[in-house]
């Protein structure tokens, strides 16, 4: 729509999180769940309370790992105006727009809604593979932002497949790590959104190889961590966890499909 009437896109990006995403995953758990429900889901935007390791994984993650693989590659170069005003912009970014205007509420739908229900059912994996479909479709029209070719949406669209399923596999061990906190998922999205903004980084292969990285390293950490603790079954460990998550007052049996 902003495309077609040359209208501002932030606005109607907004009008899509909180129209289009968040209100119908609200309604849709309350009619699922009940009376309360809602509360439930949006209490987990106040989880906070995880280990200062997992708030730097979070915060700086990605962004770390893409410079580091600019650097070991040769595509990286200091940025212009310096590392100070980049971190300012950074924080805020990250902090005030991503965790309170935007991602925040964009992964209540996608992470704290879909995903953990996804999760609920048949794990971590298939979550996020399933998860990731939805997430991309909604994605397709910003590629035809600014100056587009067929070409570049074709690319465009082609790249975001690829990287999302591991994106939404780290969101999914983002979950399973913090108590199923829907405020660490909006952080860690809207740094992975910032990392792929750097100019100082000649490429856009560097992100996703980072948040490929991150992803695989954290889920077979996670992974390793069920088995020695005694889990015998780490798809049904992973899916108590996100069942307890959407209803922690009573054990309810949500059926493998």
Do not use: C
Not at 147 to 164: E, H, I, K, Y
């Amino acid at each position: 729509i902003p495309l077609i009437i040359d209208g501002r896109m932030a606005r109607f990006l907004l009008g899509m999180v909180f129209i289009a995403l968040l209100a119908p995953a609200l309604i849709m758990t309350r009619r699922a769940d009940g009376p309360g429900a809602i509360r439930q889901l949006l209490k987990r935007t106040l989880i906070w309370r995880f280990s200062p390791v997992r708030w730097a994984i979070t915060i700086v993650g990605v962004p770390a790992l893409t410079i580091a693989v600019a650097a070991l590659s040769g595509t990286f170069s200091a940025p212009q105006d310096g590392w100070t005003s980049l971190l300012t912009g950074y924080v805020f970014n990250v902090l005030v727009v991503g965790a309170l205007i935007l991602n925040m509420w964009e992964e209540t739908a996608w992470g704290g809604f879909l995903q953990t229900r996804m999760m609920a059912r048949r794990g971590l994996i298939a979550a996020a593979l399933i998860t990731s479909l939805p997430f991309v479709v909604i994605h397709i029209p910003l590629q035809f932002e600014g100056d587009w070719t067929w070409s570049s949406v074709a690319t465009n669209v082609a790249v975001l497949f690829l990287v999302t399923p591991f994106y939404r596999l780290l969101v999914g061990e983002h979950l399973l790590a913090t108590g199923g906190s829907i405020l660490a998922i909006g952080l860690l999205h809207a740094s992975w959104n910032e990392a792929a903004k750097f100019n100082f980084v000649d490429g856009d292969w560097q992100v996703i190889t980072a948040v490929a990285l991150l992803s695989l390293g954290l889920v077979a950490k996670q992974r390793l961590s069920t088995r020695s603790d005694g889990a015998q079954d780490t798809v049904e460990h992973e899916r108590e966890k996100a069942t307890g998550w959407i209803a922690p007052t009573e054990a309810v049996a949500i059926p493998s499909a």
